[in-house]
């Protein structure tokens, strides 16, 4: 067994833990997690950015998903750690392997402050029949882990309301109107996007989004954000200071929570991690409440409008300048898809207001990009011909907005079943874009558009038609999305005014191709008559969707006048800020078909 | 003050009681009710199909919905009974204005059988903060009311498994298998589609639904069915005496349910009536979870599946020769609404097989089709003439299946604009009717392609897309149904082979015209393939599209095959049934355009 383990192992003894697990996870379920988090990786050297490790006295198995199937095989090698490949019929979920391996009076050990509230009550229900005892203030990985980074602590500056729209003041009322509606006295904030938001801030502890390390408390009297020591700007003091914000050292949060008492407190079992909801539970009323912040941060303001288009313009001409030396280029000679990647990376990076990307840039060349979450490597760098197709998924950090785009290009010769698919795809995202919808509609409910050009020739992706898009904050932000399977306990927002949400249906044939092509949408009214509001959506992202994937015959009449609307906005808006000759290859390729 | 609400007021004054409520309703929460449970309307004089009275010691209001404003004006004036405009925006609901009118300590009186433990629980909750006294053991309006007609107490008879698909002993051991994976020791069930369906019996003690007065007890040991004194066919008596099921009498279930003590037992919140679960609820352990049959009954087997293919071609034969008739005679004279309706109930009651109507026949000339609820009487009774369009939804409840149908029949020169939205309704019905979908959908994820086309017009319906259809039972039976508003507590089911829907879009201009057209849509399964089980509706119904209405240029390529493909299969399956005269003008109407 890995060395790393055997250590673990005897902590566990010593803490009288049977069961340990160890998530990819940070103190505020971020979606990256910085390196202090990285215990996962250190303990089982599996470098994916997602899996749990479970360890026993004797044993030790990681569970990860397809994606990282052969990567955490090859990792894993001679470690004595056993994969566990979720989602594959014979391999239990974590819970159920709980369920089935713990005994009645053995202890199951965690880092609460690593899992959501709403996670572990629901792995108690499952394992409730077993009278397991639960250990959830152990954090073993760091007493072993002795040359752990510290943790990230990069200033944290505060984002001008002419970026951030709404007033630190004015979200503050809000909170405690909110907090008044419930009859309760406080809220505690674990989400990181949710802080960052509520007090206009902003900073780069976590990759590709531009938030910091911290808690926050908001009372009816009280504003109190956690923070490590020595990272806030002056500006960013003097900014709280006049909020009324009392700043207190990150490292305090705990022992400030265990002191709360007699209150009725909102508490978000999404948002919540265990420790807290454990500190807070017998000592308090607590009242089982989304986070106010979770509506009002994704439904955008004017300003944040106004920003957000104004960024996806130079985004779009970023994304036109790279299709247009990728046309060019490919006829000249091969690429590699990190060349290509960075090539866009470094044309958004250039930008005035650029703070990051917002996800690493997916190239994907060929057969590779029917690997939805592939990742081009220094090992995997395909090189890029000038047949087939190449997918690109990218998006910057600005500080006026944060982007997201997938075009698929044709570098050659393609087949008729990729012309097919190509067409399809492009007809499932217009049938979604167009859609006129009333009030009250869901995601939900307006998926089927996009899916059914493809289920009618019996095709599908299997992922989300598209997800909500934060701003200058993280680029996947619920709770607004486009899926079909819903239940009860995970239903999707209404859509409103001001949600941005992305459009990015796709078709991946294994081992062959992939395709997607991906447009966000912003929500805005159209008409209001008898029946009620309706509402539409507007396109945020301007850049041609290549025509030479087309295959005209398979559109129709609508459809076409769709693609050309479409391509016209494209060419009036892009094409000011280009020079002649990509101005004149942009015509040809935003031409009306 | 009307005397019986007097009355009633003396017997609330003798039980304590300073408020109480009349819904319309029986033990059973049926759609519709027969006489012995009418007290509303003995009480208030109100006439409609639904309303709720509520009485205090010194006044009395009367709750109805939009189809009945000016009936209830009119049936209460005189009465001092206030009516209440429920929806209007300055009418609040009935537990909105009994929390604002009941004091602490005051008490709350109504008969638990009429209501679900559900609808009660919610009440409570919304009461909560008042510290009400609930008395819900009182059936006051039975002690005022001397001369009410008995209960109905018709035969019942066994319903042969050459009808029913699957024998009653397969269902009490899918119960029971049921019960076994919840741990339970038994169910009660109230509801009499359930109970039917579940004990392959039939019965006529409520309108237009061929069921019968019971209640039901299953358990892992026992099946006890409660029904009336002497309905009992022999036949019937000895089918139950075969599968092991004990009669009592109906007047004893409560006595019964005192009597259980000391068992686990599921209970369906939404159909136990409050009473039960008051008898149970001290003695018992409780575990909350939907009656097995609710989702078995929905689910229709084989030979169900064929006997409804078999009553909706002689459905369709009965409506074809309806149109025929309909179309020449309105050439040669004017018809009255109710002359329609009876003509076509008539065509459906000299079936061999038939049963009953699946509800009351609308037959809606004009602007009385823009009424969604319009109910043709002897006062209002419109004369049809040649012109303009004339709505008709009915249905049929026969042995071996039932059915419900719309079409709207274009009797002379139309509008453009009544063109459009006849053309539109159809597109509608044609792009559900038509979708293929990924086993896991929800209507809800589909209700939209109906939608669509209207919406982009900017038009809506104010009714669901489509509901569930009962096998010879209830024409309408949830849990899977076509519309788009959705909320955590009132998901519609997932879509299953073998589960039937009605999709019937329509278009309603107040004052002018209504239009609706109504197909049944049996699920069933499409392509497997990499992706997953596909799915796919086919018709049940058969009945050609008035050609009449429809602007061609407004369709295209796929609807209009869409649109010759139905008419083709209408052609084939209905002509065989028609006499040579019929049979020619039915080409012309089902001929492609």
Not at 219 to 243: P, R, W
Not at 396 to 408: E, F
């Amino acid at each position: 067994m890995k060395q790393e383990i055997l250590q673990l192992q005897q902590e566990m003894k010593k803490n009288g833990v049977d069961f340990y697990l160890i998530p990819t996870s940070d103190y505020h379920h971020s979606e990256y997690i910085s390196n202090y988090f990285k215990c996962r990786e250190y303990l089982s050297g599996f470098t994916g950015s997602a899996g749990t490790l479970l360890v026993t006295l004797s044993d030790a198995y990681l569970w990860t998903d397809g994606r990282y199937f052969l990567q955490a095989e090859q990792e894993l090698a001679g470690s004595g750690i056993t994969l566990m490949r979720d989602g594959m019929a014979d391999v239990p979920t974590i819970s159920d392997f709980l369920k089935t391996h713990i005994q009645a009076g053995q202890t199951l050990g965690f880092d609460g402050r690593l899992y959501t509230t709403s996670f572990i009550i629901a792995l108690q229900r499952k394992l409730s029949a077993k009278k397991v005892q639960i250990k959830y203030n152990l954090d073993l990985p760091h007493k072993i882990w002795t040359d752990c980074p510290p943790l990230s602590s990069e200033p944290v500056y505060h984002f001008p309301e002419s970026y951030a729209g709404t007033p630190v003041s004015e979200k503050l009322d809000g909170y405690r109107n909110y907090l008044k509606k419930y009859r309760a006295d406080c809220q505690l904030l674990n989400g990181l996007m949710d802080i960052a938001w509520l007090f206009n801030l902003r900073g780069h502890d976590v990759a590709c989004t531009p938030v910091f390390l911290a808690y926050a408390y908001i009372s009816t009297k009280e504003a109190i954000l956690f923070v490590q020591d020595g990272v806030l700007t002056n500006e960013a003091k003097e900014h709280l200071l006049t909020n009324h914000v009392t700043v207190q050292s990150y490292e305090t949060f705990y022992e400030f929570v265990k002191n709360i008492q007699k209150k009725r407190i909102l508490v978000d079992h999404s948002d919540l991690n265990y420790c807290c909801y454990q500190a807070l539970s017998n000592t308090n009323v607590l009242l089982r409440c989304a986070k106010w912040t979770t509506m009002e941060k994704i439904v955008k303001s004017e300003i944040e409008i106004e920003n957000t288009k104004n960024c996806h313009i130079r985004d779009g001409v970023y994304m036109t300048k790279f299709m247009y030396w990728l046309k060019h280029t490919i006829k000249e000679r091969t690429l590699s898809e990190l060349e290509v990647a960075n090539y866009i990376d470094n044309l958004r990076l250039s930008d005035r207001l650029a703070l990051d990307l917002s996800f690493e840039t997916i190239s994907a060349y060929g057969s590779n990009a029917a690997i939805v979450h592939y990742s081009a490597s220094v090992e995997s760098n395909a090189v890029v011909e000038p047949k087939g197709m190449l997918l690109v998924d990218s998006g910057g950090q600005y500080l006026d907005g944060t982007t997201d785009i997938t075009r698929t290009f044709i570098l050659g010769p393609i087949t008729d079943e990729e012309k097919l698919c190509y067409t399809t795809t492009c007809r499932s995202m217009l049938h979604l874009a167009n859609a006129k919808f009333l009030s009250g509609c869901r995601g939900s409910n307006l998926d089927c558009l996009a899916r059914e050009p493809m289920w009618e020739l019996g095709i599908d992706f299997r992922h989300g038609t598209g997800h909500g898009v934060g701003h200058v904050l993280s680029v996947h932000e619920g709770p607004n999305n486009f899926r079909y399977l819903v239940n009860q306990n995970n239903l999707d927002a209404v859509l409103l005014p001001g949600m941005v949400t992305t459009d990015e249906p796709g078709i991946y044939q294994t081992g062959k191709f992939g395709i997607r092509i991906e447009n966000e949408l912003l929500c805005k009214k159209w008409k209001r008559n008898e029946y009620g509001q309706f509402l539409e959506f507007e396109y945020l992202t301007y850049v041609p969707i290549d025509l030479d994937g087309i295959d005209v015959t398979l559109m129709n009449k609508q459809e076409k006048s769709w693609l050309n609307d479409y391509h016209k906005r494209v060419y009036d808006i892009i094409s000011p800020h280009l020079i002649y000759e990509e101005k004149e290859w942009l015509k040809t390729y935003t031409r009306p078909i």
